[in-house]
């Protein structure tokens, strides 16, 4: 990848839609994780208005330390980044406090981490009306159209995907380009909400260099049969993961009338 020529692709890119829009400039929620480090950065090099959202809610304190010092280096960089602290932890716990009892906990964690996301969601689109900006997306090629590794109206509800169209390998060339602290560059890849330590890598059962060489062999039209061993089982975990996300990745369905019924 030519990736100097990649990003200055990028920023020009983030900078004419904003501009033949008539907007001010970005929102986006940093994380402390290595898309929404490279994509702030891309943006804040646009030299138009970026404002970066800190939005914990019961996370782990490397999270919140790491994006923490993410924002003071930007903001040491580029003279036109604003950041704001939003705790949505009182938030959350009300909304989860609000809500029916159920039996087994458990049985609702899953349902409880993608409303995490939907807050945050909510929070980045409150700022983005209020400035006049957009949200600009953090998703990677094999999160947003392999694995479908994102929350529904969470953190797939954004205005424009600047690093949608780059691997996960190639954020990282990005990241060290772009000179992003090393501690995020290190990081374990972690989509944050679960309150926990646990990694991309823990949920999924493949490594983001597996599944871009599965995504890649898809897209070659292999099958499971062409492989065997550890190959076979990340391809089939791709494949499962591709097949029960489908519906993020493809339009809404619409029930389209016959005219012959109207």
């Known amino acids: 990848m030519h990736t100097e020529k990649v990003t200055d692709y990028i920023v020009n890119w983030l900078k004419d839609y904003a501009t033949n829009a008539n907007i001010k400039g970005f929102v986006i929620g940093v994380s402390g994780g290595i898309d929404s480090a490279v994509t702030s ?66 049985e609702r964690f899953m349902s409880l981490a993608n409303t995490r996301a939907r807050l945050r969601m909510t929070s980045l689109y409150y700022f983005a009306a209020l400035k006049g900006y957009l949200v600009a997306g953090t998703g990677n090629k094999v999160e947003d159209f392999g694995v479908g590794f994102y929350t529904k109206y969470g953190d797939g509800g954004v205005d424009l995907s600047p690093i949608a169209d780059l691997m996960k390998s190639e954020v990282y060339e990005i990241a060290k380009f772009l000179g992003v602290n090393e501690d995020i560059i290190k990081a374990p890849p972690t989509d944050g909400l679960w309150g926990d330590d646990r990694t991309d890598e823990d949920q999924i059962g493949a490594s983001y260099p597996e599944l871009e ?16 061993g550890r190959e076979k089982e990340v391809f089939l975990i791709y494949k499962r993961f591709n097949s029960a996300n489908k519906h993020k990745m493809i339009p809404i369905p619409v029930c389209e009338i016959p005219n012959t019924l109207k």
């Open 213 to 228: 060489w599965a995504m890649k062999m898809n897209d070659k039209g292999k099958t499971s049969d062409d492989f065997t």
């Open 41 to 106: 950065t891309l943006c804040a090099k646009t030299g138009l208005d970026l404002l970066v959202l800190e939005m914990p809610i019961h996370q782990a304190e490397s999270q919140v330390s790491r994006a923490s010092r993410h924002i003071d280096w930007l903001m040491d960089n580029f003279k036109n980044v604003n950041r704001q602290m939003v705790n949505l932890t009182p938030v959350f716990d009300s909304l989860v406090a609000t809500l029916p009892k159920v039996d087994n906990e458990e």
